[in-house]
């Protein structure tokens, strides 16, 4: 297969948002590799910002080209991530987890694959229709699937930060993923929930209709800020060149 990966342009931003002191999202932008990364940390005091350091500092060696195997090799690295975070939770004598959420998108050039823990989020936009790729692992997310909240609800309801799966938590790690072919008309926005609790999918929508990647992710940010993002915020903003 050759080789497209060049062709991808990409653009990330992070802030600690309106509210936090601290920022505790990291991300990741390896277009030469074919790979962009999302995670929010958590644990409180430095923990989140360890956590979610740790979790983006394990997928920059990854140089595979297949994306079979670099889909191996993201699920590897991220078992090693989990087990280190679970050690030094034990060590600092935590209580609570040190954790974090990752959502990872992959792509050779002609198919991608996207692979995530928690609620970080992954929507790609044809130019008309914009699509959440990834499903949260969390509580409220497990309410929308009962039918006791709505959608809308679950974007503002209190308990809205309570995660069912994280690297980093107790048990064994369990990574979901999805794929498809990659189209020439195709954005991807790789989120963590401060994003998706400060901006509306109108929003988002709107956002991914600007010439650039850096221009999708500073309309983004400004928004976010403008609504006084109670969480950090980051996006990455992935497609295809020309």
């Given at each position: 297969m050759e080789d497209h990966r060049h062709l991808f342009q990409s653009f990330g931003d992070t802030h600690r948002g309106?509210?936090?002191?601290?920022?505790?999202?990291r991300f990741l932008c390896a277009d030469e590799a074919g790979l962009w990364a999302v995670a929010d940390?958590?644990?409180g005091g430095d923990a989140g910002d360890y956590a979610s350091t740790?979790?983006?500092?394990?997928?920059?060696?990854?140089?595979?080209s297949r994306l079979a195997s670099m889909a191996r090799a993201v699920r590897a690295r991220l078992r090693d991530a989990h087990q280190c975070l679970r050690k030094e939770a034990l060590a600092r004598g935590h209580r609570v987890t040190i954790g974090s959420t990752v959502v990872v998108l992959l792509s050779d050039g002609a198919d991608y694959l996207i692979l995530w823990v928690g609620d970080s989020r992954v929507y790609d936009f044809d130019g008309q229709t914009l699509r959440q790729r990834s499903r949260d692992h969390s509580l409220v997310q497990e309410m929308v699937d009962t039918g006791q909240l709505t959608s809308e609800q679950a974007r503002d309801?209190?308990?809205?930060?309570?995660?069912?799966?994280a690297i980093g938590a107790a048990g064994d790690l369990r990574v979901d993923e999805v794929g498809g072919a990659i189209t020439p008309e195709q954005t991807f926005l790789l989120c963590s929930d401060g994003i998706t609790h400060a901006c509306a999918p109108p929003v988002i929508s709107q956002a991914l209709q600007a010439a650039t990647?850096?221009?999708?992710?500073?309309?983004?940010?400004?928004?976010?800020?403008?609504?006084?993002a109670r969480d950090n915020i980051t996006a990455v903003v992935v497609r295809p060149k020309g």
């Amino acid at each position: 297969m050759e080789d497209h990966r060049h062709l991808f342009q990409s653009f990330g931003d992070t802030h600690r948002g309106a509210v936090r002191e601290l920022n505790e999202d990291r991300f990741l932008c390896a277009d030469e590799a074919g790979l962009w990364a999302v995670a929010d940390g958590m644990g409180g005091g430095d923990a989140g910002d360890y956590a979610s350091t740790l979790v983006i500092d394990s997928l920059h060696e990854i140089t595979t080209s297949r994306l079979a195997s670099m889909a191996r090799a993201v699920r590897a690295r991220l078992r090693d991530a989990h087990q280190c975070l679970r050690k030094e939770a034990l060590a600092r004598g935590h209580r609570v987890t040190i954790g974090s959420t990752v959502v990872v998108l992959l792509s050779d050039g002609a198919d991608y694959l996207i692979l995530w823990v928690g609620d970080s989020r992954v929507y790609d936009f044809d130019g008309q229709t914009l699509r959440q790729r990834s499903r949260d692992h969390s509580l409220v997310q497990e309410m929308v699937d009962t039918g006791q909240l709505t959608s809308e609800q679950a974007r503002d309801h209190p308990r809205a930060n309570i995660i069912t799966r994280a690297i980093g938590a107790a048990g064994d790690l369990r990574v979901d993923e999805v794929g498809g072919a990659i189209t020439p008309e195709q954005t991807f926005l790789l989120c963590s929930d401060g994003i998706t609790h400060a901006c509306a999918p109108p929003v988002i929508s709107q956002a991914l209709q600007a010439a650039t990647p850096e221009r999708a992710v500073q309309t983004l940010m400004t928004h976010a800020l403008q609504a006084r993002a109670r969480d950090n915020i980051t996006a990455v903003v992935v497609r295809p060149k020309g």
